[in-house]
């Protein structure tokens, strides 16, 4: 099946700093998402992004489909931004339309 | 409009139990995907509902089941209850047309310890 991995594992930042996350994945999506989940375990949705570029805020992501990668780049960050960012894809071979492979995740903290 | 709900929210279970979790998926949502996070091995999709029929299935043991009636809820049972099923249960819905499946949207989760 697809493959995901997403760098770097663990980011600390002062508030107000920059951060971009990387998805890289291995073979073609149909789907593309960015999840932030929060202390008690919710998945948020910020990004439906197989391909191409969207701003959200102080988010945005973007997905080069062709060299198999999506990077989320977060703006002055804050504190509440802290928690697990996951990327996950659906494609592949055995492409079913639902079954989302899900990265490892990046784990940022945001200090005061 | 409402978002997904899924109860119950916790449960404790006992090895050998059964277990029967919910979820209610957003209004006009008729695919109802279920995953299970854990510590070890991340985030995995158990399995997806459409139109009452179960359409994708991941790589868990028969011992996970599950269902989706006529108003699109689903529930998923686990039979004979393990230590390793203790887990964060997810559920998503979405919209699908076909093998299209729009953004996928997730309930808070249910968490089940079995001791």
């Known amino acids: 099946g697809i493959q995901v991995e997403q760098s770097p594992p663990d980011l600390i930042l002062q508030e107000g700093a920059n951060s971009t996350l990387r998805c890289n994945f291995s073979?073609?999506?149909?789907?593309l998402q960015w999840f932030h989940q929060n202390p008690w375990g919710q998945l948020i949705n910020l990004f439906y992004i197989p391909s191409g570029t969207k701003q959200n805020g102080r988010l945005s992501a973007t997905t080069v489909a062709t060299e198999r990668y999506s990077l989320l780049y977060i703006s002055s960050s804050q504190t509440t931004d802290s928690g697990v960012y996951f990327c996950a894809v659906e494609g592949g071979r055995e492409t079913s339309g639902s079954r989302l492979t899900f990265g490892e995740g990046t784990q940022l903290t945001v200090n005061p | 409009k409402a978002g997904v709900t899924q109860t119950p929210r916790y449960l404790i279970k006992t090895r050998g139990q059964q277990v029967t979790l919910s979820c209610s998926p957003i209004s006009g949502h008729r695919s109802v995907s279920w995953y299970q996070q854990t510590p070890g091995q991340g985030l995995q999709f158990l399995f997806e509902?459409?139109?009452?029929?179960?359409?994708n299935k991941g790589n868990f043991p028969g011992r996970f089941s599950g269902r989706q009636f006529s108003n699109s809820r689903s529930e998923m049972n686990v039979s004979t209850l393990e230590l390793g099923d203790s887990a964060l249960y997810l559920c998503?819905?979405?919209?699908?047309?076909?093998?299209?499946?729009?953004?996928?949207?997730f309930g808070p989760g249910t968490r089940l310890l079995v001791l």
């Open positions: 073979d073609s999506v149909n789907n």
């Open positions: 998503a819905s979405s919209f699908r047309q076909g093998n299209v499946v729009g953004s996928q949207y």
């Open positions: 509902y459409f139109s009452e029929t179960q359409r």
